[in-house]
Nanobody
Framework: QVQLVESGGGLVQAGRSLRVSCTASGRVESIVVLGWYRQAPGKKREMVAGIALGGGTTEYADSLKGRFTISLGDAKNTMYLQMNDLKMEDTAVYYC??????????????????WGQGIQVTVSS
């Protein structure tokens, strides 16, 4: 299996930058896509950004393009989210997720999504 651990969250002032990390362990070779989601108090969890490990293709929530950047470390088992010009509305729990290849009991290929525990990012005025 794959385990995901987020790090780097905390309290930051509006307008500043912060980088959060997600480190994957276990069967990392089975990971197809890594992504970040966030959930603010009282709101639904929303996609922030994703990156495909094969070709490096990235995708962002439209509202975050230009401020947030997703990237992979050299070993490709660590993913980063660089967040610039942070706003109070970016306050949320940020979750790392991974889409991984699995095999059903019948031997068929399948995809499974797993989540990290989440990390708090708080932006103050």
């Amino acid at each position: 299996q794959v385990q995901l651990v987020e790090s780097g969250g905390g309290l930051v002032q509006a307008g500043r930058s912060l980088r959060v990390s997600c480190t994957a362990s276990g069967r990392v070779e089975s990971i197809v896509v890594l992504g970040w989601y966030r959930q603010a108090p009282g709101k639904k969890r929303e996609m922030v950004a994703g990156i495909a490990l094969g070709g490096g293709t990235t995708e962002y929530a439209d509202s975050l393009k230009g401020r947030f950047t997703i990237s992979l470390g050299d070993a490709k088992n660590t993913m980063y989210l660089q967040m610039n010009d942070l706003k109070m509305e970016d306050t949320a729990v940020y979750y790392c997720n991974a889409a991984i290849r699995t095999t059903t009991p019948q031997g068929l290929g399948a995809m499974t999504v797993i989540w990290g525990q989440g990390i708090q990012v708080t932006v103050s005025s």
